[in-house]
Every structure is written in structure tokens, then in C-alpha cells.
């Protein structure tokens, strides 16, 4: 059964130990444009939960989780597709959309506590085969790292999707439709 349900929450009034590069904020990312008015992270609450329960894990090893993208308006999805209209790497906001348009889906990656990053392979929206989870011509570090962070979102209820090694989908039992309320920066 589908829920409509338009209530999310603000991950930074949950916890104060993420760090934050809302790139969709800002001009640094595929779009070459600022399409979120405020840098903010909004989910469900059973995703913000999970999210937390990851943090926790990393930090005890030494790392945090540092949030690319939360939810996101299906309008913001559309302005994506028309951009790039490649389903491997943007979900079709014509067909069942994406599941960041429910606010159950997250990008991001994690740093060490002092901020220092850790290397992935690629940039955060790298839209090519080395951001893969299969792709393995990588340092064998970077395949470390990229584990790490598969292992412990799984761990707490996220999947992958194989052609983006920053993007995870929330199992939740919940069937949110997609979303176009625009983020609240008040
Ligand atoms: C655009 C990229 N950051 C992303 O989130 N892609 C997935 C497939 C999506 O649009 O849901
Ligand atoms: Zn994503």
C-alpha cells in the first residue's frame, strides 16, 4: 500500500556528527548549477534513523558520513534527466522516479573525524564504469574503502545500486510515492 506522506526530517536536528557537502546546493556538481535553495538533508524518519545507526559504526572505527545528497523534489529529478537522461546514472522521473524523490535514498561518502577524505576512485556523480561496485582496476585501498562503506549502510538496512558506488536505497517497508515539496530552509 502506497503512503503519501510529505513529513521528513532534518537529519542535522537528529545529530550533530555528519558532515555535510550538499553539493546539489552549490554549483559543483553535473548540473553546473545551484538547484537547492539551502544545503539541507531531509528524509524519512526510519532512514535518518538507520543513517545514524551507520554513523555510529564508522565513527568507532574513526570515520563519519559525509552527505552528498538527501531528499530531493521530483521537479529537481526532472531538471537531472533532461541533463543527463541515462537511467544508470539518473533515475527517470517519467517512469517510477527515484527513490531520493521518497526521501529514503542517500549519496555520500565517509571522512576521517579530523575531516580528512578517503579515497573512493572517482568524484561523487562520476558518471562512467570506475564508479561501478564490480569495477576492480582500483588501488587496493580504494576497494577497502568502498567495502567499508557497502558493508556497514547494509548493515543497517541500505542497498546499493551496482553503478554508483555513493548511492543507497533505504529497504524500507514503507511505499512512499515521490515527493515535490521543495526543501523547507526556514
Ligand atoms: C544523480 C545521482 N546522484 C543519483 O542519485 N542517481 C540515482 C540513480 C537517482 O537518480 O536516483
Ligand atoms: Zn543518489
Known amino acids: 500500500q502506497e503512503v503519501s506522506d510529505t513529513t521528513f526530517v532534518d537529519l542535522s536536528e537528529l545529530s550533530n556528527a555528519f558532515a555535510y557537502d550538499m553539493r546539489y546546493a552549490t554549483e559543483n556538481n553535473f548540473l553546473k548549477e545551484q538547484v537547492y535553495d539551502c544545503p539541507k538533508c531531509l528524509l524519512r524518519k526510519e532512514a535518518a534513523d538507520a543513517l545514524i545507526k551507520a554513523n555510529e559504526l564508522f565513527r568507532e572505527k574513526g570515520y563519519r558520513i559525509k552527505l552528498f545528497d538527501c531528499y530531493r523534489p521530483l521537479d529537481i529529478q526532472k531538471k537531472m534527466w533532461e541533463i543527463y537522461p541515462n537511467a544508470t546514472?539518473?533515475?527517470?522521473?517519467?517512469?517510477?522516479?527515484?527513490i531520493h524523490n521518497r526521501g529514503l535514498a542517500v549519496d555520500?561518502?565517509?571522512?576521517?573525524?579530523?575531516g580528512t577524505s578517503v579515497e573512493m576512485g572517482t568524484d561523487f556523480d562520476f558518471f562512467g564504469e570506475a564508479a561501478h561496485h564490480?569495477?576492480?582496476?582500483l588501488p587496493y585501498e580504494v576497494i577497502e574503502n568502498r567495502l567499508l562503506l557497502k558493508n556497514t549502510l547494509e548493515s543497517?538496512?541500505?542497498?546499493?545500486?551496482?553503478?554508483?558506488?555513493?548511492?543507497?536505497?533505504f529497504n524500507s517497508p514503507n511505499k512512499y510515492v515521490p515527493a515535490n515539496t521543495p526543501l523547507d530552509c526556514n
Open 134 to 137: 564490480d569495477y576492480n582496476k
Open 156 to 169: 543497517v538496512g541500505f542497498r546499493p545500486i551496482s553503478s554508483e558506488w555513493w548511492h543507497y536505497n
Open 89 to 98: 546514472y539518473v533515475a527517470n522521473p517519467y517512469k517510477s522516479g527515484s
Open 108 to 114: 555520500l561518502t565517509i571522512e576521517k573525524l579530523d
